[in-house]
């Protein structure tokens, strides 16, 4: 069975810090693909990265970073210099490669991230 | 290119009766997912449809249904509405085919469900 684990329901960061977002996942497949994301107050998902279980380096796109590591079942995720416009809900997603639910994304129950002035 | 559009936005109903949700994927997606978010469940998967033929179904009552046209728009459909199925719905495309990698499926803005 597949389970993603968000263990911060809610995070509190004043304006300019770091903060981390934990996701642990469970699968038992090689081929899958990992996602985060954003969930503004309009309720909208938007997609922030996608990651594939065979590569393993970490990205950085502006003040965002993820790192993906196989070994911990791990893919958190860093918002660095943080902003009031980052607060949102974060879901992290697992997809399988591969099989009859290729379709599906089994999601984390989210992290609350709210950035104070 | 328009993003996932999803019809109506808002919608109060009341136990008893049925709704029908609406979902025009992105040109080009073949592939419509949809799933349920409220507080205590968190976002659960629906079903999935592709080139109109169900491929994936979730673990939902059979009070939740759906289908897909040849054009890829997708409805769903919930008949004897609880109260329990307040809830925000969301679709979501993607490109679904082996010729394309799994990449990530693209969300609509939801529908905002209330049963009264």
């Known amino acids: 069975a597949q389970k993603v684990t968000q263990a911060q329901t809610e995070i509190s960061v004043v304006e300019k810090e770091d903060v981390t977002l934990d996701c642990v996942y469970e699968?038992?497949?090689?081929?899958?693909?990992l996602f985060w994301y954003k969930q503004p107050p309009s309720g909208e998902l938007v997609f922030l990265i996608r990651?594939?279980?065979?590569?393993?380096q970490n990205e950085i796109s502006g003040r965002y970073s993820w790192n993906f590591q196989k070994s911990t079942s791990s893919f958190n995720f860093t918002i660095t210099a943080s902003q009031v416009v980052d607060s949102a809900v974060y879901f992290c997603?697992?997809?399988?490669?591969?099989?009859?639910?290729?379709?599906?994304?089994?999601f984390g129950r989210g992290t609350q991230l709210t950035v104070w002035p | 290119k328009a993003g996932v559009t999803q019809t109506p936005r808002y919608l109060i109903k009341t136990r008893g009766q049925q709704v029908t949700l609406s979902c025009s994927p992105i040109s080009g997606h073949r592939s419509v997912s949809w799933y349920q978010q409220t507080p205590g469940q968190g976002l659960q998967f629906l079903f999935e449809?592709?080139?109109?033929?169900?491929?994936n179904k979730g673990n939902f009552p059979g009070r939740f249904s759906g289908r897909q046209f040849s054009n890829s728009r997708s409805e769903m459909n919930v008949s004897t509405l609880e109260l329990g199925d307040s809830a925000l719905y969301l679709c979501?495309?993607?490109?679904?085919?082996?010729?394309?990698?799994?990449?990530?499926?693209?969300f609509g803005p939801g529908t905002r469900l209330t049963v009264t």
């Open positions: 997603a697992l997809r399988l490669g591969r099989g009859s639910t290729l379709g599906r994304l089994y």
């Open positions: 449809y592709f080139s109109e033929t169900q491929r």
């Open positions: 979501a495309s993607s490109h679904g085919d082996r010729d394309h990698p799994p990449g990530e499926q693209y």
């Open positions: 699968t038992r497949d090689t081929t899958y693909y």
């Open positions: 990651r594939n279980s065979f590569d393993e």
